[in-house]
Each structure stands twice: as structure tokens, then as C-alpha cells.
């Protein structure tokens, strides 16, 4: 029928073909919502989301009590970390000094804190049980410090730990780097060596577990149509994203990296496999752990007793033999 040889109302939609029309059209909109949330909900953004309506901030959900809180390694009140020391309490000498980990929370490069309970708490249990010291850091965050500032406080950090680490009978060249989300970019560009360009280095560590990261090549990130999360740390500068792109930095003598990712995330597990190839290239030692976990669970769910714990263990004990020895039942 051509609606413009017979009436206005003879073409208009009946009260009840208008009412379909809605609904198809709310359907729609409603998977799409639906879809676009999932991407944005899987990864970083629900992590900062969860620190925030949590307490985005000290108070939070805070874990166990550390035995020595708040260390100084900077001016700023940002710049802590805690200890804590293995169960076994004795400060040891020598050849028994306990191997270190070192953990940086996550939240996006802008919120989270060093004492939340699903940072430390299974970590801390499962560990210091076994004669680790695990210290959790602190670092300013966006939008004081961008990400080149945060990784120069952390490399300050492990300076600072390492310097001190006979104090609490650890053995400063006995450090695993490991971290969640943001702090997992983080602490694999740590491990590059990246920030001894800032003269702020100490001395080399074991090896890194990263966990969950999506952001392992900013650059790849940036250079596509991306979440608009991103788009505050790592800006508008190409120079900027390859700097901060873990996979580019690698270079030779890079400690070995464990990139675990939750398999119901098609970005970090991206990422990890493009990080292991990199590293093939280079001759450097690098493998990836898919786990089918959500990404906060990545974090939450590392040091209880499950085969995902026991995974990342086999990874660390082939670090070096006092931390095999510290990890065997």
C-alpha cells in the first residue's frame, strides 16, 4: 500500500502493532545493554566498582592484621606497605631466611588498598604458614599519580623491602613479585627492569605472578576501539602505551612470569598468550594459566587449598630451591 494515496490514519500502526514495536525494541536494547555490560564487568572495571562500594579506600574490607603495618618506604602516606611474618615467628639467619612475596592489589589504577581481605587474607594463611614473608603494598593512584608514577613507587617499595628484609629474616635476593588486575600490569613491568631508567631499582627478583591483567600491551589496547576505562591512566601518547606495555618492555634478563587469566574473559587470556610469545621470542621463560574463575575470584581464591593454588605453586618452586623447599608439605 503507498501511504500517500490513502489516509494519515489508514497508514499509522494499530495501538497493538505499537506495542510489539516497543517491546522488539526494548528487547534489543536490552541484550545489547546486556552484552556490553559483560565485556565491562568481566575485567578492571567491576574490580574498581567492588573497592568502591566497598569503601574505596583504607577503611574497605580489610583482612588480617599485619605484624608490622604501614612501613614506610616515601613521604607520601600513600607509600606503605605491611608485613607479614611467617607463623613459624623466629627471625632466621643465613641459609633459613624466608623467601619474600611481594603483592600489589588492583582497582583500576585508582582505588584498592594493601590490608583488603581478599588480597592478603588466603595468600597470607597458605604462605606465611609455610615460612614466607608476604608484604602487601600501597601506591598513590590516579588521578594524583599516573601509571609511570605509580611503577616508580612500587619500584621504591621493593627497594625499601629489600634493603630491610634481614630485619624480619628475609633474604632480599628471594623476592616474587605478584599482583592482581592493575597491580599485575604493574608488577610485570617491575619485572622488565623498567623503572632502573629512573634510577630506582634493587636488587633482581625470582619472578613474577601476574593475575588478570588485560592490560599486558597498552599499546595493542589503545589502538583499537577499547573500554574507556583506559583512557585516564594511559591518555592519548603511542609512546606512552608502548612504555607501559609489559609485553613490549621485555627485555634480556627478565625473571620468569606466570600470567594467570580467567578463562571467562576473551581480553586477559589474550594478553597472557601474546606475553608468552614475546617472551618465546626473546629466549625468556614465560607461561600462562587459564582458570575458569571470575576476575576478582583470581585474586580471592589464590592460596586455598584447590589445584588453581597448587598450579601457581609448581611455578614458583621451579624459582629457586629454598622456595621449592618452603613449599613442599
Known amino acids: 500500500m503507498d501511504c500517500h494515496m490513502v489516509s494519515e490514519t489508514a497508514c499509522s500502526p494499530s495501538p497493538r502493532h505499537l506495542h510489539r514495536r516497543r517491546l522488539i525494541k526494548g528487547m534489543v536494547a536490552g541484550l545489547l545493554m546486556q552484552s556490553a555490560a559483560q565485556a565491562v564487568w568481566a575485567g578492571p572495571l567491576l574490580d574498581r566498582l567492588r573497592e568502591r562500594r566497598m569503601g574505596a ?56 588498598d594493601k590490608s583488603m581481605g581478599r588480597v592478603v587474607d588466603a595468600k597470607v594463611a597458605r604462605w606465611c604458614a609455610r615460612g614466607f614473608v608476604l608484604l ?13 608514577g ?26 616474587i613479585l605478584m599482583g592482581h588486575s592493575a597491580g599485575a600490569h604493574l608488577v610485570a613491568l617491575l619485572a622488565t627492569g623498567t623503572p632502573s631508567v629512573a634510577g630506582v631499582a634493587g636488587p633482581a627478583v625470582l619472578g613474577t605472578v601476574a593475575l588478570d591483567s588485560a592490560a599486558m600491551d597498552v599499546q595493542a589496547i589503545m589502538s583499537q576501539p577499547h573500554m574507556r576505562l583506559y583512557d585516564r591512566p594511559f591518555g592519548q ?34 594478553q597472557a598468550q601474546a606475553l608468552v610469545t614475546r617472551a618465546s621470542q626473546l629466549g625468556l621463560r614465560a607461561q600462562w594459566l587459564g582458570q575458569d574463575l ?28 629454598r622456595v621449592a623447599h618452603r613449599l613442599t608439605p
Not at 580471592?300 to 630451591?321: H, K, W
Open 57 to 112: 579506600g583504607p577503611s574497605g574490607a580489610k583482612g588480617q592484621a599485619p605484624d608490622l603495618p604501614n612501613v614506610a618506604y616515601g613521604p607520601d602516606p600513600a607509600q606503605v606497605y605491611d608485613v607479614y611474618l611467617p607463623h613459624t615467628a623466629a627471625i632466621a639467619s643465613g641459609q633459613d631466611r624466608s623467601p619474600v612475596i611481594f603483592m600489589v592489589h588492583g582497582g583500576a589504577w585508582a582505588v584498592g
Open 136 to 148: 602487601s603494598v600501597n601506591y598513590r593512584m590516579l588521578p594524583e599519580v599516573p601509571p609511570d
Open 150 to 175: 605509580q611503577l616508580r613507587d612500587l619500584a621504591s617499595a621493593l627497594a625499601h623491602a629489600q634493603k630491610h628484609a634481614a630485619d624480619w629474616g628475609a633474604d632480599p635476593a628471594q623476592f
Open 237 to 270: 601518547d603511542p609512546a606512552y602505551w608502548r612504555a607501559m606495555s609489559p609485553t613490549l618492555q621485555w627485555r634480556e634478563g627478565t625473571a620468569p612470569v606466570l600470567a594467570v587469566c580467567s578463562t571467562r574473559r576473551e581480553d586477559s587470556c589474550a
Open 294 to 321: 571470575s576476575h576478582g575470584d583470581i585474586n580471592a581464591q589464590l592460596g586455598l587449598d584447590n589445584a588453581y593454588t597448587r598450579s601457581v605453586e609448581a611455578f614458583m618452586a621451579t624459582l629457586s630451591p
